[in-house]
């Protein structure tokens, strides 16, 4: 497939040191995906769903020690350890590389390696990036078929250009003891050994996309953030678009899938997805930040995924999708997960495998499905998929958000005043843990910009990266920035904000700031709305006026805990981000 010198050398090294007894070049035909997946099925690998009513559909089961990503194993490999910083788990690159070459010693023995040349965006665009990666794992190739653009056409298009991301996968024994998700940014280098489960192997995801892809964007220019990326489109047919930052398990995929309320959809409202996890930023020629979504596909939490929690999500599941330690409804060869609907099937396979009445073993506390199970489906599977999806110069983006779950500290909605302000919103992004007992606020866990397991490098240097960035952009033309709080609770514990949908009138205020058609009163951490559209909304005006308040009490135990938070990058935090925070302080005092 290939004469690069750089790709076949290294090729052979690593041959030499896995031994696998045969290698395939995956072209990217659906003729040998086709192979793969029968071969997967004799083998047990995966399991081949119900034709009819889930077509090209299959299931795969992980280890029961390998499911979910291990951020204790994952490593940030650089020369010194202050270049990973603090948040990072740090091995010296010489260390780290002997360690690792003697698990990886004859590893694939008796097995097949698979060679998947893959891109990150679309073939051929200028913000997309060309890695391959090599796995012992079926499961791997089939799953990255469906994340990434994979096969000839990527080894055409990298031709005889050494640059490229090595990534190297072997599942060895699945032990946990000796697994190790390792990223090496300064080789561009990648090595995962001992799981299988989808977040630690395939590599083009967190690992390339953002470990790598968050170091290269500092060296080159550019930015890899876990933001997804939607558009919406006004009654005249003009799309604005927005890229959004959230922890998990605050509504990210539900916001990027986003159905409008009917007030708003009669109007002629609409959303586009573009992407829900992974957003590449560049300046454009005409000073604008432009956007791509570098997956082709969707690595979704399956539990609480229905039709009312997220109709487009589970309508992207219909069909060619790999489901991962979901249950198998043994009546009709299907799936079932928590969360999907009310109806455990009475005959089932729970994930780890054994035959159970569902409705019993539910009942009893259990749970069918994994809580991380997966389904991987592709984008273009999506209701709302945006017609400039495979767009290869980009998105505009007009406003970036970041948001967090707090019960007490933060509005529903602010704007930050401005770009260096707004890095500060979001490097002190937060969400509690723990469901808080009525009043009381639960163990605040920070996550700037939701990149906390993710920068490639010493997060105050990416504090640094977004200041840069913003110097080099027209403050006219660059995105405005906002912070939102879908989970603002009232005294007894409820939310005071509906959601879901609803979240629609939000966007709609912050696109109006980005044009200056909204009125905002100002306020000690930024600007808040003057009023939300509530329309046909069931909601107490004094619930909205308490929505966007700020309590300065509550909020000046928070500037202690950011000060504690900051404390640990030393003078390697941009003294910008200092300033900011004394600015906070002295307004709410």
């Not at 330690?325 to 999907?340: F, H, Y």
């Amino acid at each position: 497939m290939t004469n690069n010198k750089t790709v076949l050398s290294w090729l052979k090294e690593m041959t030499d040191m896995t031994t696998p007894d045969k290698v395939v070049w995956i072209d990217g035909s659906e003729v040998q995906l086709e192979a793969l997946r029968a071969e997967a099925v004799a083998t047990g690998e995966m399991i081949k769903l119900n034709q009819d009513l889930l077509p090209g559909c299959y299931y795969h089961r992980t280890a029961e020690n390998d499911v979910a990503r291990v951020e204790d194993r994952t490593f940030i490999c650089t020369p010194t350890k202050e270049e990973a910083g603090p948040t990072n788990n740090w091995m010296a690159p010489d260390e780290m590389y002997a360690k690792l070459k003697a698990l990886y010693q004859g590893s694939m023995k008796g097995r097949t390696m698979y060679v998947i040349p893959y891109s990150m965006g679309p073939v051929g665009s200028p913000f997309s990036k060309i890695g391959i990666e090599l796995t012992d794992s079926i499961y791997v190739v089939l799953n990255m078929a469906i994340m990434t653009r994979i096969g000839q056409a990527v080894m055409d298009q990298l031709g005889d250009d050494p640059d490229f991301v090595k990534c190297l996968h072997a599942k060895k024994d699945v032990n946990p003891d000796d697994r190790y998700i390792v990223q090496f940014p300064q080789d561009k280098t990648i090595w995962s050994i001992n799981s299988a489960y989808g977040g630690n192997v395939l590599l083009g995801k967190k690992c390339f996309a953002l470990r790598i892809a968050s170091y290269l964007g500092m060296k080159e220019g550019w930015m890899a953030e876990h933001m997804l990326i939607l558009g919406l489109e006004n009654p005249q047919g003009e799309v604005k678009y927005i890229c959004a930052a959230f922890p998990s398990a605050c509504g990210k995929t539900n916001l990027a899938m986003l159905i409008p309320p009917e007030y708003l959809k009669k109007k002629g409202y609409k959303v586009w997805t573009v992407g829900d996890d992974i957003a590449w930023l560049r300046i454009g020629p005409d000073g604008r930040l432009y956007a791509i979504n570098p997956e082709a596909g969707f690595f979704g939490v399956a539990p609480g995924t229905s039709e009312k929690t997220n109709y487009n999500a589970l309508a992207a599941t219909k069909k060619n999708t790999i489901f991962t330690n979901v249950a198998i409804n043994n009546d009709n060869n299907t799936v079932w997960w928590e969360g999907l609907d009310k109806n455990p099937p009475e005959n089932a396979t729970e994930w780890k495998g054994t035959v159970v009445n569902g409705k019993e073993y539910t009942a009893a506390g259990n749970k069918l499905a994994h809580p991380n199970s997966r389904f991987t489906a592709p984008a273009v599977n999506c209701p709302c998929i945006s017609k400039e999806f495979e767009n290869p110069q980009g998105v505009p983006i007009s406003a970036i958000v970041f948001g967090g779950r707090r019960a007490k500290t933060a509005p529903l909605v602010y704007q930050a005043r401005d770009w260096e302000h707004g890095v500060f919103v979001g490097a002190t992004m937060a969400s509690e843990t723990t469901a808080a007992a009525a009043g009381a606020v639960g163990v605040v866990r920070r996550d700037p910009m939701a990149m906390k397991p993710f920068a490639g490098y010493n997060m105050a240097d990416y504090f640094g990266h977004w200041l840069e960035m913003g110097a080099k952009m027209d403050p006219e033309k660059a995105p405005k920035i906002f912070h939102v709080n879908w989970f603002r609770q009232d005294e007894e514990g409820n939310f005071m904000w509906p959601g879901f949908g609803e979240n629609m009138r939000v966007l709609l205020w912050i696109l109006d700031r980005c044009e200056g058609k909204a009125e905002a009163v100002d306020s000690p951490i930024g600007y808040l709305p003057k009023s939300i559209d509530t329309t046909d909304l069931d909601i107490d005006p004094a619930v909205l006026k308490e929505l966007l308040s700020v309590d300065k009490k509550v909020w000046l135990e928070d500037v202690e805990n950011q000060k504690e938070y900051f404390a640990q990058f030393g003078d390697r935090l941009p003294k910008a981000i200092k300033d900011q925070l004394a600015k906070l302080e002295a307004n709410l005092k």
